[in-house]
């Protein structure tokens, strides 16, 4: 992580002496006084609203010091930084235009804006909440987001929009409404951590992001907590998805990536979803109360899936695959609630492997109307049969040592209700 040594570099290169300049509050207070201000300086908002769209080209810091607002009026992004070394803190901030081209934004921070820090403020409505769009190194701190709730989700804007921003941290943010709610494309070394997320399409949402971290969020209520597309090396630790509708987590061409000691809990759909992904490590995690625990298609291979606890899920596995896939590495697998196995030598281990799926379920995945037939003495004679012959069973997931107990994760705790 290189951000704190661009912004000492930066700091070394601004004047021993910065002075602190009091802003009036009347229209076009803020470029003026920052026609006047020195790298270094200050410039301290008063309590109230500043009706103005701010252009930082100098290394200053803006700051609303918890009680001044910014109100772009519904024109172009609200505060744009093009310089390094900049400090954007302690503001409410609304009213950008709408333009999606433009990407109108709360704050937008251009290519320039190296080492820049936007923190501890309020983003209001705006169409984009930060736009991180080419600045390498920038730290997206402590800042609360309420995007658009006007359009159709899919014509909002995102939360945090990272764009080619190599380095850039973004930690401690809660983000409601708008679109996803961050939203990274063509970038790398990026690092998503301790964020909140509710309301949204999907939580955090990466395409073509490589080398990068998601750690310690949370997200509540969204369509989709944490997806990641056409990415690899990403590591995603210690997230917790909570009543997120379609996914809690997603890959989708995603390859050599860690998804590890993540809770995903009462997904209306799946709890973990693989498309064309290859050669990840699934460990440590807690699948609990969706409808399918993991699914598997697309020519998903070579994933390493070992402690993970597959607890109260309708159907804890879908693998479609002519081809026996093994669960368990150096003798551990991972913890089956449906599993009804015993232990004779006390190791922690079952003494017999673990199928999820047999003929009957690839059959009912095929053939949904197959359903009305699941009572039916052909069925249970089938069940049975495979159960005392396992070489009837058509080939998927086996775990040939089963946990007989799941194991702890660690997660940002999760208390109140979603919608408050």
């Not at 998503?192 to 997200?219: C, I, K, W």
């Not at 917790?240 to 050599?256: F, Q």
């Not at 597959?310 to 551990?332: C, I, P």
């Amino acid at each position: 992580m290189r951000w704190p040594l661009t912004i000492a570099l930066v700091l070394t290169a601004l004047p021993l002496w910065a002075a602190e300049w009091d802003v009036p509050l009347r229209p076009g207070a803020i470029a003026e006084t920052l026609g006047r201000a020195a790298p270094g300086d200050t410039l301290a908002l008063r309590p109230g609203t500043y009706s103005e769209t701010v252009v930082l080209d100098k290394p200053v810091t803006l700051d609303g010091q918890g009680h001044a607002t910014l109100d772009g009026g519904g024109q172009g992004s609200v505060v744009t930084v093009t310089v390094p070394g900049v400090v954007v803190q302690g503001l409410t901030i609304t009213g950008s235009g709408s333009d999606h081209e433009t990407i109108d934004s709360g704050v937008q921070l251009k290519e320039g804006a190296t080492g820049a820090v936007v923190r501890d403020n309020l983003l209001l409505g705006n169409l984009y909440g930060i736009d991180i769009h080419g600045a390498r190194d920038a730290l997206v701190t402590g800042n609360r987001i309420e995007g658009r709730q006007d359009r159709r989700m899919n014509d909002r804007g995102n939360g945090i929009y990272v764009w080619n921003a190599p380095g850039a941290v973004v930690d401690g943010n809660d983000v409601r409404w708008g679109r996803d709610g961050i939203f990274v494309n063509s970038s790398k070394r990026n690092v998503f951590t301790g964020n909140r997320f509710r309301d949204l399409r999907f939580a955090v949402h990466y395409m073509y992001a490589n080398q990068s971290e998601v750690s310690g969020n949370v997200s509540i209520g969204n369509d989709l907590g944490y997806a990641v597309m056409f990415s690899k090396r990403v590591k995603v630790i210690g997230n917790l998805s909570v009543n997120d509708r379609e996914h809690g987590i997603m890959m989708n061409y995603t390859n050599n990536s860690e998804i590890s000691g993540n809770l995903v809990q009462n997904g209306q759909n799946r709890c973990a979803f693989l498309y064309n992904s290859n050669k990840n490590s699934f460990s440590g995690n807690r699948f609990e109360g969706c409808d399918i625990g993991i699914h598997f298609t697309a020519g998903s291979a070579d994933n390493e899936i070992t402690g993970n606890a597959f607890v109260g899920n309708r159907t804890q596995v879908k693998y479609v695959s002519t081809r026996w896939d093994e669960w368990s590495r150096d003798g551990k697998g991972n913890h089956w609630s449906d599993f009804a196995a015993y232990d004779l030598d006390g190791n922690g281990i079952a003494d017999v492997p673990y199928r999820p799926n047999d003929a009957m379920d690839h059959v009912l995945w095929t053939q949904p109307a197959a359903k009305l037939l699941l009572g039916s003495p052909a069925v249970q004679l089938v069940r049975w049969s495979q159960a005392a012959f396992p070489a009837l069973l058509p080939g998927g997931v086996m775990d040939s040592f089963p946990l007989m107990r799941p194991a702890p994760v660690d997660v940002p705790e999760f208390a109140g209700d979603h919608n408050g």
